[in-house]
């Protein structure tokens, strides 16, 4: 079994190291982290490749070992409720990434509930984003106490959205513990959806 030390490296690093591996061929591979954010990013990794998974304590933190699964890499399913998304030669879907807390640019208060509107809008929406990703101050959306904010993006949910979050950011912010909605993810996830969408909508 083959050792990563990713000790002391932040998201998205550890989860590059572990993908380097696998596409080098490694099926039997122990991944160091020192922090909860790698460890749920590493394990979602493995899952995603259809690879096993478990997590251990050791000495500074955590070893996420992954082995032979059932399948080679797994598909992502789509929730039974969830419309079949749009595909072009340039992807599937389109993605919407919210880097702020607020739209445009003038009175903050007024850029917030621009944005509290925008997200209620797309949750009513027949053609829902494929991806919604939250990065920088945009996830303080999904770590506050908005309940109207909270609600639309659950109903993106159930409509078959895949919510994102910035590890990173909620670190940064202080609000990991706060996160309401949404996954956390990281840099090379949710650059990865972006590049998958046939466009991405900035807010």
Same mark, same amino acid.
């Given at each position: ?20 591996? &696998?596409?080098? #061929? ?10 909860? /954010?790698?460890?749920?990013?590493? !394990? ?5 490749? +259809? ?6 304590? &050791? ?5 996420? /070992?992954? !082995? ?29 990434? &919210? ?19 925008? %997200?209620?809008? @797309?949750?009513? !929406? ?11 101050? #945009?996830? *303080? ?8 904010? /909270? ?5 993106? /949910?159930? *409509? ?6 910035? +590890? ?6 202080? @609000?990991?513990?706060? @996160? ?9 996830? %949710? ?9 991405? &909508?900035?807010?």
């Amino acid at each position: 079994m083959e050792t990563v030390n990713a000790f002391g490296l932040a998201c998205p690093k550890p989860l590059m190291m572990a993908k380097a591996k &696998i596409d080098e #061929g490694a099926r039997e591979l122990s991944v160091h982290v020192d922090n909860e /954010i790698a460890v749920k990013n590493v !394990s979602r990794l493995a899952e995603k490749y +259809g690879l096993n998974v478990a997590v251990e304590t &050791i000495e500074g933190g955590w070893s996420v /070992i992954f !082995s032979e699964g059932e399948g080679s890499v797994a598909a992502a399913v789509a929730p039974a409720s969830a419309a079949a998304p749009v595909c072009t030669p340039a992807g599937c879907g389109y993605a919407v990434f &919210i880097g702020k807390d607020h739209v445009g640019e003038g009175d903050p208060q007024l850029g917030y509930n621009l944005m509290k509107m925008a %997200i209620y809008t @797309l949750s009513e !929406s027949e053609d829902v984003p494929a991806s919604v990703l939250f990065m920088n101050s #945009g996830v *303080k959306l999904v770590a506050g106490d908005e309940q109207q904010i /909270i609600d639309s993006v659950n109903k993106l /949910i159930e *409509k078959g959205t895949e919510v994102l979050v910035c +590890g990173t950011c909620l670190d940064f912010y202080g @609000l990991k513990e706060q @996160l309401k909605v949404g996954e956390v993810s990281n840099m090379y996830d %949710i650059l990865g959806r972006m590049q998958e969408a046939a466009k991405t &909508i900035t807010l």
